[in-house]
T-cell receptor, first 113, second 115 residues
């Protein structure tokens, strides 16, 4: 069966510090991978998606970047965090673009102080 | 661009009462529609999805949703709510860009269940 892992679960970082959140999927190959951010009262915002190794599409301009160094690994990064980067970050995957049933990870709560 | 509106930010129902959560979407083609549930501090779990065919869709945990094209709605229902249903519920519409599918989510409805 397929599983998706996100870590860390919670993170408190000072303004200006770097960020690295990791997401891995097990039990499948060539998944489409997604990073969403959930801010209070604003629903979920798609940040990045990837259809393959090294292929990253950005949905909104921001202080964040994403990378996909391996087929089942998706990393969200920042060189210098801003207060506005605080939120709940969710990774998700689907097997193919025709299957819209996203499976989400358990999320990372990021607080920038 | 597609959009999803969940007009109710917060709903409170008594345990055993019926529930309906509203969702309206805007999309230029045949929509792919979803309902997800999120418990506090957790990821999202898929409740049900609509791609085509029967407009009444059955999901997990006793939930169902009805697609009404004329009203651009996809409301979620449950005949009898349990205390464990307290959570946040998100409606979403999907689109296929040709290389990847993308989901656009509503802002969510928080459900409180009173005993």
């Amino acid at each position: 069966s397929q599983t998706i892992h996100q870590w860390p679960a919670t993170l408190v970082q000072p303004v200006g510090s770097p960020l690295s959140l990791e997401c891995t999927v097990e039990g499948t190959s060539n998944p489409n991978l997604y990073w969403y951010r959930q801010a209070a009262g604003r629903g979920l915002q798609l940040l990045f998606y990837s259809v393959g190794i090294g292929q990253i599409s950005s949905e909104v301009p921001q202080n964040l970047s994403a990378s996909r160094p391996q087929d089942r690994q998706f990393i969200l990064s920042s060189k210098k965090l801003l207060l506005s980067d605080s939120g709940f970050y969710l990774c998700a995957w689907i097997r193919t673009k025709a299957n819209y049933g996203y499976t989400f990870g358990s999320g990372t709560r990021l607080t920038v102080v | 661009a597609q959009s999803v509106t969940q007009p109710d930010i917060h709903i409170t129902v008594s345990e055993g009462a019926s529930l309906e959560l509203r969702c309206n979407y805007s999309y230029g083609a045949t929509p792919y529609l979803f309902w997800y549930v999120q418990s506090p501090g957790q990821g999202l779990q898929l409740l049900l999805k609509y791609f085509s065919g029967d407009t009444l869709v059955q999901g997990i945990k006793g939930f169902e949703a009805e697609f009404k094209r004329s009203q651009s709605s996809f409301n979620l229902r449950k005949p009898s709510v349990h205390w464990s249903d307290a959570a946040e519920y998100f409606c979403a519409v999907g689109r296929n860009t040709g290389t990847a599918s993308k989901l656009t989510f509503g802002t969510g409805t928080r459900l409180q269940v009173t005993l």
